[in-house]
Protein backbone atom coordinates (compact mmCIF):
# COMPACT_ATOMS: atom_id res chain seq x y z
CA UNK A 1 0.00 0.00 0.00
CA UNK A 2 2.68 2.47 0.77
CA UNK A 3 4.36 1.55 -2.47
CA UNK A 4 0.93 2.91 -4.04
CA UNK A 5 0.69 5.54 -2.67
CA UNK A 6 4.47 6.42 -3.16
CA UNK A 7 4.06 5.47 -7.17
CA UNK A 8 1.07 7.82 -6.75
CA UNK A 9 2.51 10.74 -5.73
CA UNK A 10 5.89 10.54 -8.06
CA UNK A 11 3.33 10.47 -10.92
CA UNK A 12 1.03 13.32 -9.93
CA UNK A 13 4.51 15.54 -9.31
CA UNK A 14 6.19 14.74 -12.43
CA UNK A 15 6.89 18.06 -13.48
CA UNK A 16 4.86 17.68 -16.50
CA UNK A 17 1.64 16.36 -15.18
CA UNK A 18 1.99 18.84 -12.22
CA UNK A 19 2.54 21.78 -14.73
CA UNK A 20 -0.52 20.75 -16.57
CA UNK A 21 -2.87 20.47 -13.52
CA UNK A 22 -2.13 23.93 -12.55
CA UNK A 23 -2.58 25.38 -15.54
CA UNK A 24 -6.06 23.86 -15.87
CA UNK A 25 -6.75 24.41 -12.08
CA UNK A 26 -6.19 28.02 -13.03
CA UNK A 27 -8.15 28.40 -16.38
CA UNK A 28 -11.17 26.53 -13.97
CA UNK A 29 -10.72 29.69 -10.87
CA UNK A 30 -10.59 32.51 -13.36
CA UNK A 31 -13.62 31.12 -15.65
CA UNK A 32 -15.34 30.72 -11.81
CA UNK A 33 -14.70 34.15 -11.31
CA UNK A 34 -15.92 35.69 -14.75
CA UNK A 35 -18.88 33.93 -14.24
CA UNK A 36 -19.92 35.07 -10.75
CA UNK A 37 -18.39 38.66 -11.02
CA UNK A 38 -20.72 38.64 -14.21
CA UNK A 39 -24.12 37.07 -12.49
CA UNK A 40 -23.43 40.03 -9.62
CA UNK A 41 -22.59 42.56 -11.99
CA UNK A 42 -25.65 42.34 -14.07
CA UNK A 43 -27.67 42.47 -10.90
CA UNK A 44 -26.15 45.04 -8.99
CA UNK A 45 -26.41 47.09 -12.54
CA UNK A 46 -29.71 46.96 -12.78
CA UNK A 47 -31.11 48.21 -9.48
CA UNK A 48 -28.24 50.93 -9.71
CA UNK A 49 -30.24 54.38 -9.19
CA UNK A 50 -27.43 57.30 -9.93
CA UNK A 51 -23.99 58.31 -8.71
CA UNK A 52 -22.78 60.55 -5.61
CA UNK A 53 -19.36 61.58 -4.29
CA UNK A 54 -18.85 58.56 -3.06
CA UNK A 55 -19.46 56.28 -6.60
CA UNK A 56 -22.53 53.71 -7.48
CA UNK A 57 -25.77 54.46 -5.55
CA UNK A 58 -28.46 51.88 -5.38
CA UNK A 59 -31.19 51.52 -5.24
CA UNK A 60 -32.63 50.27 -1.42
CA UNK A 61 -34.37 47.60 -3.20
CA UNK A 62 -31.38 45.88 -4.05
CA UNK A 63 -30.96 45.30 -0.31
CA UNK A 64 -34.62 44.11 0.08
CA UNK A 65 -34.70 41.86 -3.03
CA UNK A 66 -31.16 40.48 -3.08
CA UNK A 67 -29.51 40.76 -0.59
CA UNK A 68 -31.82 40.11 2.14
CA UNK A 69 -32.37 36.28 1.13
CA UNK A 70 -28.49 35.39 1.96
CA UNK A 71 -25.36 36.79 3.60
CA UNK A 72 -23.58 36.25 0.93
CA UNK A 73 -23.94 38.84 -2.06
CA UNK A 74 -22.94 35.78 -4.29
CA UNK A 75 -25.34 33.33 -2.89
CA UNK A 76 -27.89 35.79 -2.69
CA UNK A 77 -27.38 37.19 -6.94
Not at 15 to 40: H, M, Q, T
Request: cysteine-free.
Amino acid sequence: MATDDRINWEQFLTPDILRNNLIFAGVYLVAFELLKDSVIGRIKTFYISGFDKDGIKTDPEYNNEVLSRSKYRDEAS
